[in-house]
Nanobody, 121 residues
């Protein structure tokens, strides 16, 4: 069984920083891309950033220059460093991983339970 557990969310003032972490644990054979999504109240879930095993990254336009995604392949962990936070960054942040649980298995998407990020003065 595979688990992804986010941590690092919380309440921060505008302009502040937070660092999210998400280790993947359990029966894992291989992990492809890992990413962070977010969902604000009344809005659809959106991709914030993702990263390949080799370190290639993607960022949605609204976070470019402020957020940095990284991963530690040895620890099966993905991070999201969020700087210069704005009220519009307020959302539940979810980590996601495309992985195989066994050698003969298929690639599947796994999700964490989410962590709340609130940016407010």
């Amino acid at each position: 069984q595979v688990q992804l557990v986010e941590s690092g969310g919380g309440l921060v003032q505008p302009g502040g920083s937070l660092r999210l972490s998400c280790p993947a644990s359990g029966s894992i054979f291989s992990i492809n891309r890992m990413g962070w999504y977010r969902q604000a109240p009344g809005k659809q879930r959106e991709l914030v950033a993702d990263i390949t095993p080799g370190g290639s990254t993607y960022y949605t336009d609204s976070v470019k220059g402020r957020f940095t995604i990284s991963r530690d392949n040895a620890k099966n962990t993905v991070y999201l460093q969020m700087n210069s936070l704005k009220p519009e960054d307020t959302a539940v942040y979810y980590c996601n991983a495309d992985l195989k649980a066994s050698y003969g298995g298929r690639w599947q998407d796994y999700w964490g339970q989410g962590t709340q990020v609130t940016v407010s003065s």
